[in-house]
């Protein structure tokens, strides 16, 4: 449930939906997230520039002296979005995985650490259906959940300095997919080779905040030859 | 006869930028954009442009340029040295903040930046850019804009409408406030911090750092002691807010910040004084100064009616 709506600087307000990280939480945002996104394509309301969603909360920003914060707060307390479909999209969107060793640089300390052999950690990785939570930080990254407790994996505590684009990692109950290459400290269990981001094209990102996600094991040369379309 | 400039030194940091690609921060691309906008908008309406189009941003050096077409007319906002050479070879001071020709073989050269960081250059009839999601705003770190999303590097081209000519060359009169007080409003974490550090973050000084560029500014000084915890829930970022990482340094966060982060935030840098903040220099010490709402939404108005 929304529980307070407060401005950030002059040209943004939050709408803080509470403390807890979980998909009833998320859904709710997202919601409210489409539910913005669609009267700004509709010109119900003006002078919004960005919505961007995360865990628990939806950031908007606006243009100010085109509107005022406050017809924004009042736009939304007086809109009944919980009828808004939250997903855009109905079906499973597939991200074929390659969990081969050259790839899958933290696999052993995992398997260390959950008392779990490669195989079954492969195993409750491909059977997740995972749900987009929020995209981020960097263009196209998703941060998807829940991955069974079993599988829980903190943060490296040393981060690498270079992690390559398509990696798949693991944190706590999150997944993630590097869509450049970048720093970072997660979990890294395999790579993608399907291009997640790419400004050039219509769809810029496959995923939006709200979807389903499967993995789909696939062999090394299936990696290599994979063809993005 | 296509009309370009020849880049023969590109310049520290230079990229083209308009006023910023909205709408795509959902899916990780921030708006980025020109960093001064008074200066961007008036480098273009010294040429005659509409005040979006897109310009060429520089960053304490930049680029030597070399004009091979028909004669243009070009302008340089902020406090900049740069000299005119022309195909004889003579070098002629330039002028900041006054529109001017150039013929063919003439160069431009843009030496430095004074006591400030960004400078604009722009074209009467404007550079032909390609738009990327409605925007020319370029973003290095995601290779996305114009340019192959990259910045000048030598022996590029830049390509450029046909000029349009004013009557007479314009010109503003110019002067950075020296003042180096940032006005800024709360932060949603603002909580987190001891009484004694929200105290210190609004009276005392911190220096701008060299680890300074187009996505964030890192302050020194006085530690702030955050007793809550040191992360939050990854949210949404606003440009201009100021972070506190575990270290107790500020960030503030500029245009081309990531789009969500995790660090408390405990304040927020008003609309009026981004310009004037980001063209401080490395070295200067700045003091933050609490605001409200009705304070920063006064302020943005009389800052406008600078355009």
């Known amino acids: 449930m929304l529980k307070k709506i407060t401005n950030i600087g002059d040209c943004g307000i939050i709408c803080d939906f509470g403390d807890e990280v979980n998909k009833e939480t998320n859904k709710e945002v997202i919601q409210l997230f489409n539910f913005i996104k669609d009267s700004v394509k509709t010109k119900k309301i003006k002078g919004i520039l960005n919505y961007t969603p995360s865990y628990n909360k939806l950031i908007i920003n606006f243009e100010l002296g085109k509107i005022k914060s406050k017809k924004i707060i009042d736009f939304i307390k007086n809109s009944d979005y919980s009828k808004t479909i939250f997903s855009q999209k109905n079906k499973i969107i597939e991200i074929p995985i390659c969990y081969d060793e050259e790839f899958a640089l933290d696999l052993n300390r995992m398997e260390e650490k959950t008392k779990l052999n490669f195989r079954e950690i492969v195993k409750e990785h491909l059977n997740t259906d995972f749900f987009v939570y929020m995209i981020g930080f960097v263009p196209g990254q998703p941060f998807l959940g829940d991955i069974n407790r079993n599988l829980y994996h903190d943060r490296l505590d040393t981060p690498r300095i270079k992690i390559n684009k398509g990696s798949v990692g693991i944190v706590e109950k999150f997944c993630t997919i590097y869509t450049f290459e970048s720093p970072g400290g997660w979990n890294i269990i395999g790579k993608t080779p399907l291009d997640l981001f790419d400004i050039n094209k219509k769809k810029t990102s496959i995923l939006s905040p709200g979807d389903t996600v499967k993995f789909k094991s696939i062999t090394k040369k299936d990696l290599l030859y994979f063809k993005n379309e | 006869m296509s009309n370009y400039f020849k880049v023969l030194r590109p310049g520290i940091n230079s990229t083209f930028q308009d006023l910023g690609r909205f709408g795509l921060q959902h899916l990780g691309i921030v708006a980025s954009g020109c960093m001064d906008q008074f200066l961007f908008c008036t480098s273009n309406k010294l040429v005659g442009n509409k005040v979006s189009e897109g310009a060429l941003e520089f960053a304490y050096q930049g680029p030597l340029l070399e004009l091979a077409g028909e004669t243009v007319l070009v302008a340089i906002t902020g406090k900049v040295n740069f000299n005119i050479i022309n195909k004889n070879g003579e070098?002629?001071?330039?002028?900041?903040?006054?529109?001017?020709?150039?013929?063919?073989?003439?160069?431009?050269?843009?030496?430095?930046?004074?006591?400030?960081?960004?400078?604009?250059?722009?074209?009467?009839?404007?550079?032909?850019?390609?738009?990327?999601?409605?925007?020319?705003?370029?973003?290095?770190?995601?290779?996305?804009?114009?340019?192959?999303?990259?910045?000048?590097?030598?022996?590029?081209?830049?390509?450029?409408?046909?000029?349009?000519?004013?009557?007479?060359?314009?010109?503003?009169?110019?002067?950075?406030?020296?003042?180096?007080?940032?006005?800024?409003?709360?932060?949603?974490?603002?909580?987190?911090?001891?009484?004694?550090?929200?105290?210190?973050?609004?009276?005392?000084?911190?220096?701008?750092?060299?680890?300074?560029?187009?996505?964030?500014?890192?302050?020194?000084?006085?530690?702030?002691?955050?007793?809550?915890?040191?992360?939050?829930?990854?949210?949404?970022?606003?440009?201009?807010?100021?972070?506190?990482?575990?270290?107790?340094?500020?960030?503030?966060?500029?245009?081309?910040?990531?789009?969500?982060?995790?660090?408390?935030?405990?304040?927020?840098?008003?609309?009026?004084?981004?310009?004037?903040?980001?063209?401080?220099?490395?070295?200067?010490?700045?003091?933050?100064?609490?605001?409200?709402?009705?304070?920063?939404?006064?302020?943005?108005?009389?800052?406008?009616?600078?355009?």
Request: hydrophobic letters at 35%; zero cysteines.
């Open chain 2, 91 to 307: 070098i002629k001071q330039g002028l900041s903040n006054t529109s001017f020709e150039l013929s063919n073989g003439d160069k431009i050269d843009i030496l430095s930046t004074i006591n400030s960081v960004y400078g604009y250059f722009s074209i009467s009839g404007g550079f032909k850019l390609k738009e990327i999601k409605g925007s020319v705003s370029t973003l290095v770190r995601a290779k996305i804009g114009p340019n192959s999303g990259d910045k000048l590097k030598s022996e590029d081209k830049i390509f450029f409408n046909k000029s349009k000519f004013l009557d007479k060359t314009k010109k503003i009169h110019f002067d950075f406030d020296e003042d180096n007080t940032i006005r800024a409003m709360k932060g949603l974490q603002i909580d987190y911090f001891s009484k004694k550090s929200q105290e210190d973050f609004f009276s005392k000084e911190y220096e701008i750092t060299r680890l300074t560029d187009r996505m964030g500014m890192r302050l020194k000084g006085k530690e702030l002691k955050n007793l809550v915890n040191k992360n939050i829930k990854s949210e949404g970022i606003t440009k201009g807010s100021i972070q506190i990482p575990g270290d107790g340094q500020p960030i503030i966060l500029l245009s081309d910040h990531p789009t969500i982060g995790g660090y408390p935030k405990i304040a927020n840098v008003i609309s009026a004084d981004y310009d004037k903040l980001v063209q401080k220099t490395p070295g200067t010490k700045i003091k933050f100064k609490l605001v409200d709402l009705t304070v920063a939404e006064s302020a943005f108005l009389e800052y406008v009616r600078k355009f």
